[in-house]
């Protein structure tokens, strides 16, 4: 129903920026709602932050806030991660999803995303 393909990541120093781009193929893109994910070597995935379906709400986790941003383009079916002021404790692969904006909010647990991409690893050096 939804595939997704992540880019942009890569590695970086500490203090760098990165901006991921997730690309959906899905025949109405503005049913769903889509967030950022991330897992860390040796732990859960995580959410780090989810837009609506519209781009009119969005969520972070505290410890990307002011630091990160989410966003979406409708018209061309893709979602973005513009990252900056990164950490090293920011490097994990980072994974893109989608949900039903039908089935839940878009803060939602990571469990409730349906469709997720292959990740893309994002590193960054102190």
């Known amino acids: 129903q939804v595939q997704l393909v992540e880019s942009g990541g890569g590695l970086v120093q500490a203090g760098g920026s990165l901006r991921l781009s997730c690309a959906a193929s899905?025949?109405?893109?503005?049913?769903?709602?889509m967030g950022w994910f991330r897992q860390a070597p040796g732990k859960e995935r995580e959410s780090v932050a989810t837009?609506?379906?519209?781009?009119?709400?969005?969520y972070y986790t505290d410890s990307v806030k002011g630091r990160f941003t989410i966003s979406r383009d409708n018209a061309k079916n893709t979602v973005f991660l513009q990252m900056n002021s990164l950490k090293p404790e920011d490097t994990a692969v980072y994974y893109c999803?989608?949900?039903?904006?039908?089935?839940?909010?878009?803060?939602?647990?990571?469990?409730?995303?349906?469709?997720w991409g292959q990740g893309t690893q994002v590193t960054v050096s102190s």
């Open positions: 837009i609506s379906w519209n781009g009119g709400l969005t």
């Open positions: 899905v025949r109405t893109f503005s049913n769903y709602h």
């Open positions: 999803a989608a949900k039903s904006r039908y089935s839940g909010s878009f803060n939602s647990a990571l469990t409730r995303y349906n469709y």
